[in-house]
């Protein structure tokens, strides 16, 4: 009873807060990792409704609610098309699926990261609403790493290889709890080098990252976040010294090398099985499969039922890509190119606002890496906060852009005649 209360209270706050599209999308994002304990529970608000379902219910209603009647919210913004391709193929995939509700649950939450990169990109006006929602991030973020502190201290989290305890705080896992960490530390980084350089509690908050992302003990969060800052490094080498970027991978490789060399040296996770070979054997099945329906896959959502159909073990694809490819066939292509598209665009802009453009180029090679072992788009926090960042980097592009713009116009007419101190008035 008192879960249900509780997210009844939250939804009743989110709507109060619609007059406010910012503080209501900040207030999201606060909460819904707060409430994911609910979900890990599976419990349900009534019959097979999950229990957080409300919460981004009401995001996606006032997010095209605003689209509609806001004159400063649009259903058409940067990047965003090749989302509702990737939406509408999920919902033609529909004709090949096996299991609707499944399938369906999908799309919603496919939808929901939809609504969210709409709400961030229309809500914001000024770069201080981008540095507010950078704010908002930093501090879930900072909760999150108390839990999971508490989790590590009092053994409440999962017993790992050797009695080590791995950490997932709010989440569902220590795998995704380890993506969470990875996108508030390109938030932080944010944070340090733009929008707050003289805030010592972001110093303090990216170490304590640092740390909580070590005792979740993700693999792959470690390797991509590496490859992307070195990557990153390739397209601004001439912007920023290398020994910036592979100094402080090897501090925290020396300093807590005892539990990373553990963790690569034990790849079976108290299985029989190698979990590494598991998923490549995994990725020749999804290949073999994938030709039977290319064009608009099994289903979305119905790899793991597909897979206990078959061979009676219900297992997930770890890989993001293959996955889509054999849930929706070819509209994994919208996916990959929406992901590439954005990464350009930053690119592009990388001579200007270099240390922005930096953070959200490590960003998307880190996503385009990392989901290449895991399952993310999935992912009812981590997409969505994905998205969310996605959306305030290019709105910061464009803001930047239009500012140019309107300072190049009012330059060339104040060289035509009119007094200098105008441009300043």
């Given at each position: ?21 910012l ?90 990261a ?12 000024f ?33 790992w ?19 969470f ?29 640092i ?79 994938i ?21 009676g ?7 993001d ?18 992901l ?47 998205m ?38």
């Amino acid at each position: 009873m008192i879960p249900k209360v509780i997210i009844l209270f939250l939804s009743t706050i989110l709507i109060f807060l619609s007059t406010s599209p910012l503080t209501l999308i900040r207030a999201y994002i606060f909460f819904r990792p707060l409430v994911q304990p609910f979900a890990n529970k599976h419990l349900t608000l009534f019959d097979n409704i999950p229990i957080n379902a409300p919460l981004p219910l009401i995001v996606i209603f006032y997010s095209f609610l605003g689209c509609i009647f806001r004159k400063d919210f649009s259903i058409i913004v940067p990047k965003v098309i090749p989302l509702y391709f990737l939406l509408y193929w999920s919902i033609f995939s529909l004709y090949n699926t096996k299991y609707y509700l499944a399938s369906i649950g999908f799309i919603f939450k496919i939808l929901t990261a939809v609504s969210v990169y709409l709400f961030v990109y229309n809500a914001i006006q000024f770069t201080e609403d981008i540095k507010n929602m950078l704010k908002t991030i930093c501090a879930i973020c900072f909760i999150s790493i108390i839990w999971g502190f508490y989790q590590f201290i009092f053994r409440k989290g999962k017993i790992w290889f050797d009695g080590i305890v791995r950490i997932h705080s709010f989440l569902v896992g220590a795998n995704e709890y380890g993506i969470f960490l990875s996108l508030c530390l390109i938030a932080t980084l944010l944070m340090i080098m733009i929008f707050d350089s003289e805030n010592k509690f972001y110093k303090f908050l990216f170490v304590m990252i640092i740390i909580a992302s070590i005792l979740a003990l993700n693999r792959g969060s470690w390797i991509a976040m590496s490859s992307a800052l070195i990557l990153g490094y390739f397209f601004f080498r001439n912007k920023i010294k290398f020994r910036y970027i592979i100094g402080p991978i090897l501090i925290v490789f020396i300093v807590f090398s005892p539990i990373i060399i553990l963790r690569f040296s034990e790849w079976s996770e108290a299985t029989p099985a190698n979990t590494f070979l598991a998923r490549i054997n995994m990725c020749k099945i999804i290949l073999k499969l994938i030709p039977y329906h290319p064009f608009i896959g099994f289903g979305i959502g119905t790899a793991d039922l597909l897979f206990q159909d078959l061979f009676g073990i219900r297992a997930w694809p770890h890989n993001d890509y293959l996955r889509l490819a054999l849930e929706i066939g070819i509209g994994v292509i919208f996916y990959v190119y929406f992901l590439f598209s954005v990464l350009f665009l930053f690119l592009k802009n990388r001579y200007k606002n270099w240390k922005f453009n930096f953070c959200f180029v490590v960003l998307l090679l880190y996503w385009i890496i990392i989901s290449i072992p895991q399952n993310i788009i999935n992912d009812v926090i981590n997409f969505p906060l994905f998205m969310a960042l996605v959306a305030c980097g290019v709105k910061y592009v464009n803001l930047t852009a239009t500012e140019d713009k309107n300072y190049e116009r009012t330059y060339f007419f104040n060289r035509n005649g009119t007094q200098w101190d105008d441009c300043f008035s």
